[in-house]
């Protein structure tokens, strides 16, 4: 039978309220469970104790499926999916084994609730693993007497959808060396570039909403993409080592959260890879809350990463070990080969919240427009970039990127708020067009005695060949806002604009909200965040009819 007449109980959207302020990162709410009924004959094939026996229960016909059991803690079985056209209804009945699905078709998979990992394979080539949902379920590999990683194991798949399901990891039991193909707690690699499934060509969708992951693994929380160790990657016309496969990815509405405190090579919280948008599409990240609580990126994104909506999210991330630049909440990396083939272009991030506490916000290693000629700038609007104990915006070997409506803010003392490290003049050519501000707040605490210097810069641009700004907010609430330039060293704003410099910007205290708490939205005094006619910063005034509103909540609408 495949008629069920079961209401589920564990549908609620689990975010609490972001209130009104914009600091920290919203986290969710817990999610109501109910164990349900199923009657035989009626809603399906019923598991029983019986049924489940010893070494769980093994799918094999078309049908839908009801878990009416709670095995103990010894009976270790888990549930193998051995056939297509499968609905599978835990009815949160606890077990402690593995949900498995290798190619097979219209497979769901919803209110399970185990002690143990999913898995969703397509293993042929090309894959049958297609259309695919799993929803309101629990795969938790940390709260039981197992400790493990892995509790999403998604490979080569089309059209799976993962919704208001929850993952934990624990890999404190596990050898810590770095690997990238290890100590992950979600690891899901795009279909086969050539190979895709359901496809024959190009396209893996894949949509991951509404989900709670929970881990202290080395790579802890998502690795989304093509990754060579895990999967067999097609022939790239460009190059053959880092194909880079078409995908539609659809992210939003996730609580990601690293508890690692390790230092180790490139921990992260979420790392997206080698993954391009499919035609006449673009990935969506979106309403997602990513944190680290120890050494961690919140989000690596490197390799061809490009044409992707970053939206309404909200980063933060803590560096309590002070590693290096490369440990930036939001790390944009260069690829390993020419820039104009793999460095990630195409971004989007718009409305974002990115606070880096001990370490940068951002730190763009790399990006470009790929391939070089075509219109595909990096875009960042209405986003709030803060650190603690270092810059917001750490600039590193590549140019192009337009910054509008941002607001750039560290409470460092020794360090810029927007700090490109690297002469811009010096990278590779060719060059499509310089990095553009416009109606930015860049505001710093910088006053740092340096000899018979006090360095009290906001601003360290790339070469002045290579920087276009206008319509922005300087201000230091230390000393006056100096300019680092990469001839003459630090200059006062004054002087930056004698030079043809943001002729249209001003110096001018944004008036802060609560620049302790983070709170970097802007009263509604009118001349503390309107430059020439329009309005500077991320959403800058209270009830400023030219500005957009800040989001209340980060709620599913």
């Known amino acids: 039978m495949t008629r069920c007449s079961v209401l589920f109980g564990i549908l609620l959207w689990p975010w609490a309220v972001f209130s009104q302020s914009v600091y920290p990162c919203p986290t969710p709410a817990p999610r109501p469970v109910s164990v349900l009924s199923c009657t035989a004959g009626v809603d ?24 009416n059991y709670s095995p103990s803690s010894s009976n270790r079985g888990g549930i193998t999916i051995n056939s297509s056209n499968v609905t599978l209804k835990g009815q949160n009945r606890q ?3 593995n949900v498995s699905v290798t190619d097979r078709q219209n497979v769901t998979i919803q209110n399970v609730v185990t002690y143990g990992s999913l898995s969703l394979k397509g293993d042929a080539l090309p894959s049958q693993l297609a259309n695919i949902s799993v929803r309101d379920s629990v795969f938790d590999l940390a709260s039981g007497a197992i400790k493990g990683d892995r509790a999403l194991s998604l490979e080569a798949g089309s059209n799976i959808s993962i919704l208001n399901s929850t993952f934990k990891c624990d890999c404190s039991q596990l050898d810590t060396t770095y690997d990238a193909g290890s ?21 893996s969708p894949l949509t991951f909403e509404g989900n709670i992951v929970e881990s202290n693994c080395l790579k802890t929380a998502w690795i989304v993409g093509a990754l060579r160790l895990v ?4 022939t790239n016309p460009l190059n053959a080592d880092y194909a880079t496969p078409e995908v ?9 959260h690293s508890t690692r405190n390790k230092v180790g090579d490139e921990p992260t919280v979420f790392t997206w890879r080698r993954s391009k948008a499919a035609p006449t599409h673009r990935n969506i990240f979106a309403n997602n809350s990513v944190v680290g609580d120890g050494n961690t990126n919140a989000m690596y994104g490197r390799d061809d990463l490009d044409n992707i909506d970053f939206t309404n999210n909200c980063f933060d991330t803590k560096n309590p070990s002070k590693l290096a630049m490369f440990y930036s909440t939001i790390l944009l990396a260069s690829g390993n080969d020419t820039a104009s083939v793999t460095d990630p272009s195409g971004l989007a991030f718009i409305g974002n919240r990115i606070f880096g506490n001990d370490r940068p916000a951002f730190y763009q290693q790399g990006y470009n427009e790929n391939p070089i000629g075509e219109n595909n700038q990096t875009i960042f609007r209405d986003n709030y970039l803060a650190s603690k104990e270092n810059a917001a915006l750490l600039g590193g070997a590549q140019v192009g990127a337009r910054f509008e409506h941002n607001t750039f803010y560290s409470q460092s003392s020794d360090v810029p708020a927007v700090n490109f490290v690297v002469n811009i003049n010096a990278t590779p050519s060719p060059v499509i067009r310089p990095t553009e501000f416009y109606n930015n707040i860049i505001a710093c605490t910088k006053a740092v005695q340096d000899g018979s210097l006090i360095r009290s ?7 002045a060949a290579n920087y276009i700004g206008s319509n922005n907010i300087f201000y230091n609430f230390a000393a006056p806002v100096k300019v680092t330039t990469s001839d003459s060293g630090p200059i006062l704003f004054s002087a930056w604009q004698a030079r043809g410099e943001d002729l249209n910007s001003v110096e001018r205290d944004p ?7 983070f709170d970097l939205r802007v009263s509604s005094n009118p001349p503390a965040c309107h430059v020439s006619n329009g309005y500077a910063g991320a959403f800058a005034c209270d009830g400023d009819s030219q500005a957009p509103a800040p989001p209340s909540s980060l709620a599913l609408e």
């Open 44 to 67: 399906g094939t019923i598991i029983d104790s019986a049924a489940w026996g010893t070494n769980g229960y093994v799918i094999s016909a078309p049908g839908t499926y009801c878990l």
């Open 95 to 97: 077990f402690y084994g």
């Open 183 to 203: 100590s992950v707690c979600m690891m899901a690699t795009a279909a086969n570039h050539i190979q895709s499934v359901g496809h024959q060509d190009k396209i």
């Open 231 to 234: 999967t067999i990657i097609s």
């Open 248 to 256: 539609e990815h659809t992210i939003r509405n996730n609580y990601f």
């Open 457 to 463: 810069e906001c601003l360290t641009p790339p070469g």
């Open 511 to 517: 008036a802060f909200l609560s620049r302790s708490s």
